[in-house]
Structure formats: structure tokens, C-alpha cells
């Protein structure tokens, strides 16, 4: 009977005591021999799952669905409102009326030119379209799209900024708010914006609350550029667990292997060339690819498709508290410095059996299968990096012995996520038996 080495059985006794005191870590045992090193969780993770959304039925009857209608199910309650500008800049001014939380973003920030045209706009009056705004107590609001178009408008009547750039009224470059010419003034303010309210009674629970809130954003998102699925949940989700995947996303290690240029403070500032050409970083790809692994280390949860799995996850992780933060950093963290240590330059690529190479750039779905597998033996690390070329040969046949897809993620069913990060698994556990 194989016996686990020292090191191992070290942390098992660590993690047995702490099983005892909260139930953080998990181990499975099989003849005697560990063979799931140790599942790390935080210890709000343990009881995220006991509840599950509402299920219906496949294929529920006309009485089913009419008395879902009748409960007022999924059914978006909202109201429209309208302000002429003057009035809408002094509600602004109101402490609490409308919550201006601008989310930490990677697009660039709207220059003056372009809030310039924003206000040419409303001289000429060309329709602007709807604000986007959620009730978050009676007659307070939060603001879910058009940042921007609020902070121009407000900007430009407290005289922030003068015009420029306007091609249809070039005479007005130069000017701030209280030097426009009088009947150009008294035209800017009969002009009014639109704006959507989202009400509360939309949802019955706190989860609903949120999920149909990301819903209608997304259908509602009316910016002149599409944004994509994490920073929608940037923009609404502000809590810790997203602060957590923001700071992660800066680890060096992670960055060189999806080739994002290492972190400086000066970028949240402003966006250097070579970080605004880069894609994957504006549009916060990398953040979503440290969020998967968070929440496909749940991977017999998933459900509602890869988007709608991280959407829950992304929900329910609302309420970490520091010490699970704490945990997950922490995990986070041995997990990349291990794949770092065995792979290094091609840490995320997948082999191409026909062109007997590792591939040029890494893959979403197989770094999937490798983070989450090696966070299952970080208190093997040292032996697993001893074998290193073992580990690199053993990942080349998972790609030979295997369907094309299986680990680039050609499937994204439940079984497709789980045989892939089951299929990694088992590969780290032979080379670690030897």
C-alpha cells in the first residue's frame, strides 16, 4: 500500500484539526493513499450551495405558466422619468439621490472632446438615449449605465470644463457653461434627459434581486460601446470578493502567462498604449478567467451555462468576509506560483499532437482544468515540481489521448467542465504516485 510522503501527511493532520474547528479543507482518502490532496475552501464557501434557484419543470402546462404570470414572476417593474438639465444637476447635488460609484474600469475615460459632444448634442437637440438607474431605497438610486453622460453633464454646468472639438458649433469651443451666449444657454436648459428606474418590487429576494438586475442592464446597456459579461459584474457587483479577483489580476506570474504587460499604479490612472491595444486586459477577460476558477472549483454546482454559473457564483460571494477573502487569496495565489514552477513559459498552452509544439498562446478552458487541479495538490508541490518534465510529458498525452476539444473547450457543458478537470486531476495523481 502506497504511503503518502512526509510532507503529506504534515498537512493532513494541519487539515484534519482544522475540519474539526470549521470545516475548511476537505480530503479523500482511497485505500489508505491520498488521492485528492486537500479541496481549500473558504468557509462561506461551505454553505453557498445548500441553496439551490428555483427549478421548473421541463415542460409545464398553460395553467403552470399562467399562475407563474399571476405571481408577477420575472415580470420587471419600472418607471420613466424625465428632467430638464438644470433640475437634474441640482438632484444631483442632493446628498444620496443618485449614488455616482464609478466602478474601477479599463476602457478610457471620456476625454473633453467627447463630453463636448455629448452637450452639442443636447444644444442641437439630438436625442440622447435613457440613463439606466436601479432603485436601491425609496427615491434613492444607483446608477447601472450612463456614467459617463452623467459626470459630462454635471462637469460642464459647474463649469469644469469649456467645449471643444465641436464641429457644428465650432464657435462655442472655449467656453464653460456660464459664458455660452444667452439663448444658447436658455436652449441647453429646456433640454431634458431620460432615465429608466429599475424598482425594487422586481424581485422577492435579495438573489433575484441581483441576478434580474444584471439581466436588464445587459438588455438595457444602451453605451456606444458593448461591455462584456465581467464588467457588467464589475460595474454592479462592489464588494469585497470582486476588490479580491481585481488585486489577482495583477499577479505577475498570471499576467506574463496571458501576456498583460506587468502591473503599475499609473494604470488605473490612465491606460498605457500597449495596455489600451491589449483586448483580453480593457475588456477585464483576465478578471473572468480568475473568477472561473473560484467557481469552477464548485464544478458539480454548475448550472445555467459557464455565463450564468459565474453570475451565480459572482451573487452568492457577495458576502465573503476577510477571512475568506483571505483564504482564497491565499490559494489563489500557490496555485499560479505552482503552475508558474512547472510550466513557466507555457504555463496555460495546450500541446498540438499534429505540430508535436506547445501551442503560442494559452487557452481559457485548459487553464481552467490546470488551476483547478493543481489547487487539489499544492501540499505535493514540492514532489510534483520534481517531476516537472513528467508533469510537461503527461499533459502531451491527455492531448494525444484525447478528443479534440476536450480540453479547449469545444463543450461547455456540466460533463464537459467536470471530464476536464477530472482528466488533469488524475494526470497530477500518476505522476505523483510515480
Known amino acids: 500500500m502506497a504511503r503518502p510522503e512526509g510532507r503529506s501527511l504534515g498537512l493532513i493532520s494541519i487539515f484534519a484539526s482544522r475540519i474539526a474547528e470549521n470545516l475548511l479543507i476537505v480530503f479523500v482518502l482511497v485505500y489508505g493513499e491520498v488521492i485528492n490532496m486537500a479541496i481549500e475552501v473558504a468557509p462561506s464557501e461551505l454553505n ?27 415580470r420587471i417593474v419600472t418607471e420613466s422619468n424625465r428632467e430638464q438639465l438644470p433640475n437634474f444637476v441640482e438632484a ?16 478610457p475615460r471620456w476625454d473633453r472632446e467627447r463630453q463636448s459632444r455629448l452637450i452639442e448634442s443636447f444644444i442641437m437637440n439630438i436625442p440622447v438615449p435613457p440613463l439606466f438607474v436601479y432603485e436601491s431605497d425609496l427615491a434613492k438610486y444607483e446608477v447601472m449605465d450612463g456614467q459617463q453622460r452623467i459626470t459630462a453633464i454635471l462637469e460642464f454646468y459647474t463649469n469644469i470644463y469649456p467645449l471643444e472639438g465641436l464641429e457644428q458649433w465650432p464657435e462655442l469651443n472655449g467656453r464653460v457653461y456660464d459664458r455660452l451666449p444667452s439663448e ?5 436648459d429646456r433640454r431634458s434627459i431620460s432615465y429608466i428606474v429599475l424598482l425594487k418590487e422586481s424581485a422577492t429576494t435579495t438573489e433575484e434581486e441581483a441576478l434580474l438586475r444584471q439581466q436588464v442592464f445587459e438588455r438595457l446597456n444602451t ?10 459584474r464589475n460595474s454592479l457587483y462592489q464588494c469585497k470578493f470582486n476588490t479580491l479577483l481585481l488585486t489577482l489580476a495583477r499577479n505577475a506570474e498570471y499576467r506574463a502567462a496571458w501576456s498583460v504587460p506587468p502591473y503599475s499604479e499609473t494604470e488605473e490612472e490612465a491606460l498605457s498604449e500597449e495596455l489600451a491595444r491589449n483586448k483580453s486586459y480593457v475588456v477585464m477577460r483576465d478578471v473572468e478567467i480568475v473568477l472561473r476558477f473560484f467557481a469552477l472549483r464548485h464544478a458539480e454546482h454548475y448550472q445555467r ?17 476577510d477571512e475568506d477573502i483571505g483564504v482564497l487569496q491565499s490559494l489563489f495565489e500557490r496555485t499560479v506560483k505552482l503552475g508558474s514552477e512547472l510550466y513557466k513559459d507555457i504555463l496555460f498552452k495546450p500541446w498540438d499532437p499534429k505540430a ?40 502531451m498525452q491527455l492531448f494525444e489521448q484525447n478528443p479534440p476539444g476536450t480540453f479547449t473547450g469545444r463543450g461547455n457543458t456540466k460533463q464537459d467542465v467536470q471530464e476536464r478537470i477530472r482528466l488533469f486531476d488524475e494526470m497530477l495523481e500518476r505522476v505523483i504516485r510515480g
Open 48 to 74: 453557498m450551495w445548500l441553496k439551490e434557484p428555483r427549478s421548473q419543470s421541463p415542460k409545464p402546462s398553460n395553467d403552470e405558466i399562467n399562475a407563474k404570470y399571476s405571481r408577477r414572476e420575472l
Open 92 to 107: 444631483l447635488k442632493r446628498q444620496g439621490w443618485m449614488k455616482l460609484r464609478p466602478p474601477y474600469q479599463r476602457r
Open 184 to 188: 444658447i444657454k436658455k436652449g441647453l
Open 223 to 232: 453605451g456606444a460601446v458593448k461591455l462584456s459579461h465581467q464588467e457588467i
Open 305 to 321: 451555462g459557464m455565463k450564468g454559473f459565474l453570475d451565480l457564483y459572482m451573487v452568492r460571494a457577495r458576502s465573503f468576509t
Open 356 to 395: 508535436r509544439a506547445w501551442a503560442d498562446k494559452p487557452q481559457v478552458a485548459f487553464a481552467d482544468a490546470v488551476m483547478v487541479g493543481l489547487s487539489r495538490h499544492l501540499g505535493q508541490r514540492t514532489r510534483l515540481v520534481s517531476r516537472r518534465e513528467a508533469v510537461h510529458g503527461a499533459t
